[in-house]
């Protein structure tokens, strides 16, 4: 009788991937390049969605922050590597984790599969050889340094899959040809200013009112040292440059686009023909004949004082200097021919990739601009606005991506260009950021009549519902604060608390002990180490009108920190929770923290004030649910829909779940009774007690 053959478990073969992926992967961060997987874990552990029983996979390919692929292995003389059973017990395991391919490997071939095609597939997205003809375990070992060798090359061949695929989705902006002109000319222009401002920061007074002009608008920290490297001292000015040169530009096309239009009876604003003194080499002159265009359209819209208003930046792309070319004219008339010879409408969809293609890749990261994904702002809007007659407030609108899509979200359930405008409301500091949102807003519909957007230039928390704002409409005369609007929408800051100046504190202290003195309502004792987006939904309450909607992205820290257990009370007590999301495969808004929406629906207060005792007025069987999405939000919407509609079906699905969802491909759901979340002791005093 023959002396039985030994075998090799799976676990074993499995170890002998793992240092090569380490290795491969130090040796392309080395090389410059970046590697797609940093680790092969063995044997990881993992919950089967559909009977719930923990079951062990054998290698977890993994980023250096995520895994990537889960991989079940099975020895050659045991399973084919296509084996049905074996494809849907990897498929099961992906699943359950939420990653996009499952792989299934008999030591002898690799198999890579597409997790959202399911578990019976005929066809891999790739099939490598590992080890030829090896039909036995136990011949393994012999073969070992020739199966870690071939997997280097195997994790080279699925690595240049995803960067492919990874190039398709995420490569550039693409932007129309009209604004890859005007992005050419503003380049052209920015370039000359720059050279001017190398030579105004010797002027220790001109350095910094630039400095802190770029710190107030964008929150950036930069030196402009003439003494420093002069390639770092050029490079800085020519991102100044750039950017101021680009709000200019903004203001020539919201111009030229007023000068196209008419009023609300349809009569023209009868504007001057946008033009410079093209011949000249003095920048004060430019500056000079721009500020008299601003001023004549303000006087003649009787509006756009926000937008038409020359500021810091104005001084520093039009600073005079010694080294100031005799060009200046004719490059900004070349940005002016650019602006006058294209139809800019609807410039939320190009506006935002114009400016982030025009920064460098230090100052996009150092001043946070990546854009609000519009998938993701189609899912907020298509929650939070139901009827084309709602009101909504934007508390922080940014450069107005969230303001602009609930225009077309209420366009798109039957509302007038007028109607929309006058019922979108926006508040933002920054004159820049307050700006754009205006901008925005009034060219979104460049065919309309004009109207006038209510756009609030101030900080959220020196507003109040139903006062007077200070700004003054044409068609509308003085504007008021909105109150009992049917929607509050946003992206509010993640800015630590802490870190504002004392009287900022005070100023938000005063915000919501002037409404408690109204309502009683019981405002959370946020800890010093709260972000001020906490404060935010305390101010959307009050905004909100009973059986109104909050539709906010927030930081995780909602739900992994004391302050956010206290905005989990807040929101358990005076609203119904219908969706926390948040997502395993993508980060929203570029944030160095993961991020997580808020879909709720206000209820009436209750008649305990100052009672932290269940709110009558939330259905005792209300349910939460916690969603984390497995797939990027933009696989989700349909495409097919016009702007503004894409995400209602999404919407309805996730809010019309009524049980918990591990096997779906799109997200795992968790339900729990709100009345669980919702703090019963004594210790979490109110605001206003």
């Given at each position: 009788?023959?002396?039985?053959?030994?075998?090799?478990?799976?676990?074993?073969?499995?170890?002998?991937?793992?240092?090569p992926?380490?290795?491969?992967?130090v040796?392309?961060?080395?090389?410059?390049?970046?590697?797609?997987?940093?680790?092969?874990d063995?044997?990881?552990?993992v919950?089967?969605p559909?009977?719930?029983?923990?079951?062990?996979?054998?290698?977890?390919?993994?980023?250096?922050?995520?895994?990537?692929?889960?991989?079940?292995?099975?020895?050659?003389?045991?399973?084919?590597?296509?084996?049905?059973?074996?494809?849907?017990?990897?498929?099961?395991?992906?699943?359950g984790?939420?990653?996009?391919?499952?792989?299934?490997?008999?030591?002898?071939?690799?198999l890579v599969?597409?997790?959202?095609?399911?578990?019976?597939?005929?066809?891999?997205?790739?099939q490598?050889?590992?080890?030829?003809?090896?039909t036995?375990?136990?011949?393994?070992?012999?073969?070992?340094?020739?199966?870690?060798?071939?997997?280097?090359?195997?994790?080279?061949?699925?690595?240049?899959?995803?960067?492919?695929?990874?190039?398709?989705?995420?490569?550039?902006?693409k932007?129309?040809?009209q604004?890859?002109?005007?992005k050419?000319?503003?380049?052209?222009?920015?370039?000359?200013?720059?050279?001017?401002?190398?030579?105004?920061?010797?002027?220790?007074?001109?350095r910094?009112?630039?400095?802190?002009?770029?710190?107030?608008?964008f929150?950036v920290?930069?030196s402009?040292?003439?003494?420093?490297?002069?390639g770092?001292?050029?490079?800085?000015?020519?991102?100044?440059?750039?950017?101021?040169?680009?709000?200019?530009?903004?203001?020539?096309?919201?111009?030229?686009?007023?000068?196209n239009?008419?009023?609300?009876?349809?009569?023209?604003?009868?504007?001057?023909?946008?033009?410079?003194?093209?011949?000249?080499?003095?920048?004060?002159?430019?500056?000079?004949?721009?500020?008299?265009?601003?001023?004549?359209?303000?006087?003649?819209?009787?509006?756009?004082?926000?937008?038409?208003s020359?500021?810091?930046?104005?001084?520093?792309?039009?600073v005079d200097?010694s080294?100031?070319?005799?060009?200046?004219?004719?490059?900004?008339?070349?940005?002016i021919?650019v602006?006058?010879?294209?139809?800019?409408?609807?410039?939320?969809?190009?506006?935002p990739g114009?400016?982030?293609?025009?920064?460098?890749?230090?100052?996009?990261?150092?001043?946070?601009?990546?854009y609000?994904?519009?998938?993701?702002?189609?899912?907020?809007?298509?929650?939070?606005?139901?009827?084309?007659?709602?009101?909504?407030?934007?508390p922080?609108?940014?450069?107005?991506?969230?303001v602009?899509?609930?225009?077309e979200?209420?366009?798109?359930?039957?509302?007038?260009?007028?109607q929309?405008?006058?019922?979108?409301?926006?508040?933002?500091?920054?004159?820049?950021?307050?700006?754009?949102?205006?901008?925005?807003?009034?060219?979104?519909?460049?065919?309309?009549s004009?109207?006038?957007?209510?756009?609030?230039?101030?900080?959220?928390f020196?507003?109040?519902?139903?006062?007077?704002?200070?700004?003054?409409?044409?068609?509308?005369?003085?504007?008021?604060?909105?109150?009992q609007?049917?929607?509050?929408?946003?992206?509010?800051?993640?800015?630590?608390?802490?870190n504002?100046?004392?009287?900022?504190?005070?100023?938000?202290?005063r915000?919501?002990?002037?409404?408690?003195?109204?309502?009683?309502?019981?405002?959370?004792?946020?800890?010093g180490?709260?972000?001020?987006?906490?404060?935010f939904?305390?101010?959307?309450?009050?905004y909100?009108?009973?059986?109104?909607?909050?539709?906010?992205?927030?930081?995780?820290?909602?739900?992994?920190?004391?302050?956010?257990?206290?905005?989990?009370?807040?929101?358990?007590?005076?609203?119904?929770i219908?969706?926390?999301?948040?997502?395993?495969?993508?980060r929203?808004?570029a944030?160095?923290?993961?991020?997580?929406?808020?879909?709720?629906?206000?209820?009436?207060?209750?008649?305990?004030?100052?009672?932290?005792?269940?709110?009558?007025?939330?259905?005792?069987?209300?349910?939460?649910?916690?969603?984390r999405?497995?797939?990027?939000?933009?696989?989700?919407?349909?495409?097919?829909?016009p702007?503004g509609?894409r995400?209602?079906?999404?919407?309805?699905?996730?809010?019309?779940?009524?049980?918990?969802?591990?096997g779906?491909?799109?997200?795992d759901?968790?339900?729990?009774?709100?009345?669980?979340?919702?703090?019963?002791?004594?210790?979490r005093?109110?605001f206003?007690?």
């Amino acid at each position: 009788m023959g002396r039985a053959r030994s075998i090799v478990d799976e676990r074993t073969l499995a170890g002998w991937f793992s240092s090569p992926t380490e290795s491969r992967a130090v040796r392309l961060a080395a090389e410059g390049k970046k590697p797609v997987f940093f680790y092969a874990d063995v044997e990881e552990h993992v919950q089967d969605p559909q009977t719930g029983v923990t079951k062990r996979c054998d290698v977890t390919l993994r980023s250096r922050t995520r895994p990537i692929a889960t991989v079940e292995m099975k020895r050659p003389e045991v399973a084919a590597a296509d084996s049905p059973a074996l494809q849907n017990d990897s498929w099961s395991k992906a699943v359950g984790r939420g990653l996009p391919y499952f792989l299934t490997a008999n030591f002898r071939e690799i198999l890579v599969w597409e997790t959202s095609k399911g578990p019976d597939q005929r066809t891999p997205l790739i099939q490598f050889t590992l080890a030829p003809g090896l039909t036995h375990s136990s011949i393994a070992p012999k073969r070992r340094i020739e199966m870690s060798e071939n997997w280097v090359k195997f994790l080279d061949e699925f690595s240049e899959l995803l960067l492919e695929k990874e190039r398709r989705e995420k490569g550039p902006r693409k932007l129309p040809p009209q604004v890859l002109e005007l992005k050419e000319v503003i380049h052209e222009a920015a370039e000359e200013a720059a050279e001017r401002i190398q030579a105004a920061v010797e002027n220790e007074g001109f350095r910094q009112k630039a400095l802190d002009a770029f710190r107030l608008q964008f929150g950036v920290e930069t030196s402009l040292n003439p003494h420093g490297p002069k390639g770092r001292l050029l490079a800085e000015s020519l991102q100044v440059a750039t950017i101021a040169t680009f709000v200019v530009a903004t203001r020539l096309m919201l111009y030229q686009a007023l000068a196209n239009s008419t009023r609300p009876d349809g009569s023209s604003f009868g504007l001057d023909l946008l033009d410079i003194t093209r011949t000249t080499g003095d920048p004060r002159r430019v500056f000079s004949d721009l500020a008299g265009l601003y001023e004549h359209a303000q006087r003649k819209t009787g509006d756009f004082e926000t937008q038409f208003s020359p500021g810091e930046l104005d001084d520093i792309v039009f600073v005079d200097a010694s080294t100031t070319r005799r060009d200046v004219g004719s490059l900004w008339g070349k940005i002016i021919d650019v602006v006058q010879g294209a139809d800019w409408q609807a410039p939320v969809t190009y506006v935002p990739g114009l400016y982030e293609s025009l920064l460098d890749d230090e100052h996009r990261h150092v001043m946070g601009v990546h854009y609000t994904p519009d998938p993701v702002v189609e899912l907020i809007t298509a929650y939070a606005i139901q009827d084309p007659a709602d009101v909504v407030l934007d508390p922080a609108s940014g450069a107005g991506t969230f303001v602009t899509m609930c225009y077309e979200r209420k366009k798109a359930l039957g509302s007038t260009h007028e109607q929309a405008l006058a019922e979108v409301y926006a508040v933002e500091l920054a004159q820049f950021a307050a700006s754009l949102t205006g901008f925005n807003l009034t060219l979104a519909d460049t065919s309309a009549s004009s109207a006038y957007p209510r756009v609030f230039r101030t900080d959220f928390f020196q507003t109040y519902p139903g006062e007077h704002s200070g700004l003054e409409l044409p068609d509308a005369g003085p504007v008021l604060y909105p109150q009992q609007v049917n929607a509050v929408v946003g992206n509010p800051p993640y800015i630590r608390f802490e870190n504002r100046l004392p009287e900022e504190r005070e100023e938000v202290f005063r915000f919501l002990q002037k409404h408690f003195a109204k309502t009683q309502t019981a405002y959370p004792n946020f800890t010093g180490k709260a972000d001020i987006w906490a404060f935010f939904v305390a101010g959307a309450h009050m905004y909100l009108r009973p059986g109104g909607r909050l539709g906010f992205v927030v930081s995780w820290n909602l739900l992994a920190s004391e302050y956010g257990d206290a905005v989990i009370t807040f929101l358990a007590r005076y609203f119904k929770i219908h969706a926390l999301i948040d997502s395993r495969v993508e980060r929203w808004f570029a944030a160095k923290q993961n991020t997580v929406i808020i879909l709720a629906e206000k209820v009436a207060d209750p008649a305990a004030k100052l009672s932290h005792q269940t709110n009558p007025s939330v259905p005792n069987d209300h349910q939460v649910r916690f969603v984390r999405l497995k797939r990027p939000v933009d696989e989700l919407v349909s495409s097919e829909l016009p702007r503004g509609k894409r995400a209602e079906d999404l919407v309805d699905e996730i809010l019309s779940t009524e049980q918990d969802a591990g096997g779906d491909l799109r997200w795992d759901i968790r339900i729990f009774e709100q009345k669980a979340l919702l703090e019963t002791e004594s210790s979490r005093d109110g605001f206003g007690e």
